[in-house]
């Protein structure tokens, strides 16, 4: 284990809580120099692993904050809806 691991708090369910809250991670796509970003450069850019990422990225989608697009089997992009 990582001293930032060490540091991190931990869940109920012993799982390293996130960092980032949902508005930042909304932010932070709005505010990107790409039109779409992945989850992989959403986990980069806050330091969260990816499919933690990947999961926030779905609930945020499912509550219409972001939209996706599947650009082949193992690549999905998301970015913020037009109309927000």
């Keep these: 284990m990582t001293e930032d691991e060490k540091e991190r708090q931990r869940d109920d369910q ?3 809580t ?3 809250s949902d508005d930042e ?10 039109p779409a970003v992945t989850a992989r450069w959403v ?12 999961q926030r990225l779905t609930q945020l989608h499912e509550q219409g904050d972001l ?5 082949s089997p193992r690549v ?3 970015w ?5």
């Design 14 to 16: 012993g799982q390293f």
């Design 18 to 20: 996130e960092e980032a």
């Design 25 to 34: 991670i909304l932010h932070a796509i709005r505010d990107s120099e790409f």
């Design 43 to 54: 986990a980069d850019t806050f330091g969260i692993a990816r499919s933690p990422t990947h």
């Design 67 to 71: 939209e996706r697009g599947k650009l």
């Design 76 to 78: 999905v992009i998301w």
């Design 80 to 84: 913020i809806p037009e109309d927000q």
